[in-house]
């Protein structure tokens, strides 16, 4: 069965200091791997998709990585606007026999939250 | 911008009440989801259409339907509430296709069972 566990499940950081979250997933064959973001009483906002180890992706503070094994979301200079907690996601290759291959089922791990205090 | 809306933010019911929750996106997505999150589970799914009429169930199908007759709505019906249904209830829509299954989510419904 496929499954995805985060770490830590909370962080509290200081502005300006840098961390790591991460996200490990055990899936027979890794067809994507997805974060979001999700602040308090909304529904989670879509961050990157990683598709194969080695890829890298980045956005203003933000920077995903995928192994083989886990991907990591490194927040470099955290403002408290960068609090939240943040999901992540992964979709299994389909096998040959799937009729539902379109659909992309995502397997949720349960998020790291985030403060980031001034 | 792609937009999900689901219609109430908050909801109380009590039990054994017939609910609905309703969802609309605005993108002509093929694939609309509904999931619950609680607290430590993240999301799991209930529900999701890959195309009107069309539904498969997800992880958690127990005590809910749904119905889609309209490419852009979807909805989850608790044909009987139970407190154990007290949740977060997320709807989403994606594009067909394996490239483009990225989830676009609504703000939520939290539900209270009384």
């Known amino acids: 069965e496929d499954q995805v566990t985060q770490s830590p499940e909370a962080l509290r950081l200081q502005e300006g200091e840098s961390s790591s979250l991460n996200c490990s997933y055990t899936?027979?064959?890794?067809?994507?791997l997805f974060w979001y973001r999700q602040d308090p009483g909304k529904g989670p906002e879509f961050l990157f998709t990683?598709?194969?180890a080695g890829e890298e992706k980045e956005k203003e503070r933000l920077k995903a990585t995928l192994t083989k094994k886990e991907s990591f979301l490194h927040i470099t200079a955290p403002k408290p606007e960068d609090s939240a907690t943040y999901l992540c996601?992964?979709?299994?290759?389909?096998?040959?026999?799937?009729?539902?291959?379109?659909?992309?089922?995502?397997?949720f791990g349960a998020g790291t939250q985030v403060v980031v205090t001034p | 911008d792609v937009k999900v809306t689901q219609s109430s933010r908050y909801l109380v019911k009590r039990t054994g009440e017939k609910v609905f929750l309703e969802c609309v996106q605005d993108?002509?997505?093929?694939?609309m989801f509904w999931y619950r999150q609680d607290p430590g589970l993240g999301l799991r799914l209930i529900y999701f259409?890959?195309?009107?009429?069309?539904?498969e169930k997800g992880d958690i199908p127990e005590g809910y339907s749904v119905s889609r007759e309209k490419k852009e709505r979807f909805s989850l019906i608790l044909e009987s509430a139970s407190t154990n249904q007290t949740s977060m209830y997320l709807c989403?829509?994606?594009?067909?296709?394996?490239?483009?299954?990225?989830?676009?989510f609504g703000a939520g419904t939290r539900l209270s069972v009384l």
């Open positions: 993108m002509d997505h093929e694939n």
């Open positions: 899936v027979s064959g890794l067809r994507g």
């Open positions: 259409s890959y195309d009107v009429k069309m539904k």
């Open positions: 996601a992964v979709q299994a290759s389909v096998t040959p026999q799937s009729t539902t291959d379109s659909w992309g089922k995502l397997q």
């Open positions: 989403a829509s994606s594009l067909a296709g394996a490239a483009k299954n990225i989830q676009y």
């Open positions: 990683l598709y194969s």
